[in-house]
């Protein structure tokens, strides 16, 4: 059974500080993982995508790496604003052969501030 | 382009009455997900539709919970009767088979309170 887990729990930096949220999964069998933000009453908003083949991928000050191998996932973000401060969620879907539901199985979630 | 939506955003009912939850995923959008949180927990997969066929079901939590999609396109997700334990948010996401690797998109969510 995938399980998803996410430290630390919250986070608090001050402005400009250069951040890693972890992810860690059991199960190496992934189709893709998923890195989301929410923010308080709001909807969850993708930040990136890594397909199980790939290493890394970036957007911005964003840059999230898969080492699928060891279940591992980090989500590393530039010079942090107050901006950024939000929930972020790590997601994984389970490969199952000749299954092709493409469910999330989700992570706790890092509740991260920004201080100004 | 517009996101997937959802209505209503808060529904506040009484145990034992009903509540229908609409998605409108984005459109072209063949797979339709449904999830929910429920207090102090990880968001939990429910089921997920491809047009209008039911492809996994596994997460729904019993028989209260119907979901449906009609000719592929919008779904609801019913809550009959409610229950205390059945608050929470719920959410939808769709994705297109074959782009980007299926990402999902998120609706806002529908917090659901159930006195």
């Known amino acids: 059974k995938q399980e998803v887990t996410q430290i630390p729990a919250a986070l608090s930096v001050p402005e400009g500080e250069n951040l890693v949220l972890n992810c860690s999964f059991t199960?190496?069998?992934?189709?893709?993982l998923q890195w989301f933000r929410q923010d308080p009453g709001k909807g969850l908003t993708s930040l990136l995508l890594i397909q199980s083949s790939q290493r890394e991928q970036t957007s911005g000050r964003l840059n999230a790496s898969l080492d699928k191998s060891s279940g591992r996932s980090t989500l590393y973000i530039a010079a942090s604003q107050p901006g950024d401060s939000a929930t972020y969620l790590c997601a994984v879907s389970p490969f199952f052969f000749m299954d092709s539901s493409y469910k999330l199985i989700f992570g706790s979630g890092t509740r991260l501030l920004v201080r100004p | 382009e517009a996101g997937v939506t959802q209505f209503p955003s808060h529904s506040v009912i009484e145990k034992g009455q009903t509540v229908t939850l609409r998605c409108d995923p984005i459109?072209?959008?063949?797979?339709l997900y449904w999830y929910r949180r429920v207090m102090g927990k990880e968001i939990k997969f429910l089921l997920h539709f491809v047009k209008e066929s039911k492809q996994d079901e596994s997460g729904m939590p019993n028989n209260r919970f119907l979901a449906e999609r009609t000719g592929g396109t919008y779904s609801t997700l019913k809550v009959q009767p409610a229950e205390l334990e059945d608050s929470g948010v719920y959410f939808c996401?769709?994705?297109?088979?074959?782009?980007?690797?299926?990402?999902?998109?998120f609706g806002p969510g529908t917090r659901l309170t159930v006195l």
């Open positions: 199960d190496s069998a992934i189709y893709n």
């Open positions: 996401a769709s994705s297109q088979t074959g782009f980007h690797n299926n990402e999902q998109f």
């Open positions: 459109s072209g959008h063949d797979n």
